[in-house]
Structures are given as structure tokens and as C-alpha cells.
């Protein structure tokens, strides 16, 4: 499986950007794909991750802005980010599981997807916001 993300870029507090992963190589399309982030000095955190029935769970911090939907015909997830803030400032990467999996078998008790369960990873795209 492989994964390319796109869309990053530079906008300013309260702006918004639509990224783009576009996945190949998973050709029945079970995997489970994931949003990431990874700030500098910071760990990987996740954001987002849904399974190929849909299902949905997005980490707290974000659900309010963040929005996941996918071109199934396209094979590309989008992750649509709002009222982006300095503190989104970070490379974005997305993520595939190594197997079909449900989506609440890779998130935290609190919908926050785990890094660890993911085992393909895009080479990410830098996101920055100004103030």
C-alpha cells in the first residue's frame, strides 16, 4: 500500500486547507486509513481514522474542526481542516493498517487513532499557520 498526501501549505489563524492522501496498492480498499499529525519536538498524535465501512473516530481535539471524507472511485481520503489555529502547525501525514480492521481497534478509549497500529505511512505534507 502506498500513500501520497498533498494540500499542505501556509494559512493564516482561522483559515482553512483541505488535504489529500491518495492510496494505491490497496486494491480490495479494506484497510483502515488515518490521519496524523507530528509537530516538531512533539510526538505523532492522531487525529482521525476510518474503516472501510465508514465508521468514524475522530480525537477530541479536533472533531470539532476537522472533518474526514473520502473519492471512493478516486482512492483519496481528504482530511478538511477549519478555523485552523498556530497551534495545528505540523506535518500532516496519512496511514494505512497492515490488515482490514475496524476502526475501533485502532483508536484510543477516547477515538484517538494509535500510531503503532498503523503500518503504512505517507512521506507527510507541512501545514503552517500564522497568527
Known amino acids: 500500500v502506498q500513500l501520497v498526501e498533498s494540500g499542505g501549505g501556509s494559512v493564516q489563524t482561522g483559515g482553512s486547507l483541505r488535504l489529500s492522501c491518495s492510496v494505491s496498492?490497496?486494491?480490495?480498499?479494506?484497510?483502515?486509513i488515518g490521519w496524523f499529525r507530528q509537530a516538531p519536538g512533539k510526538e505523532r498524535e492522531g487525529l482521525v481514522a476510518q474503516d472501510t465501512d465508514g465508521s468514524t473516530c475522530y480525537a477530541d481535539s479536533v472533531k470539532a474542526r476537522f472533518s474526514i471524507s473520502k473519492d471512493n472511485s478516486k482512492n483519496i481520503l481528504y482530511l478538511q481542516m477549519n478555523s485552523l489555529e498556530p497551534e495545528d502547525s505540523a506535518m500532516y501525514f496519512c496511514a494505512a493498517t497492515s490488515e482490514p480492521i475496524p476502526v475501533r481497534l485502532v483508536v484510543t478509549g477516547t477515538g484517538k487513532p494509535i500510531a503503532s497500529s498503523f503500518g503504512y505511512w505517507g512521506q507527510g505534507t507541512q501545514v503552517t499557520v500564522s497568527s
Open positions: 496498492g490497496d486494491t480490495n480498499n479494506k484497510h483502515c
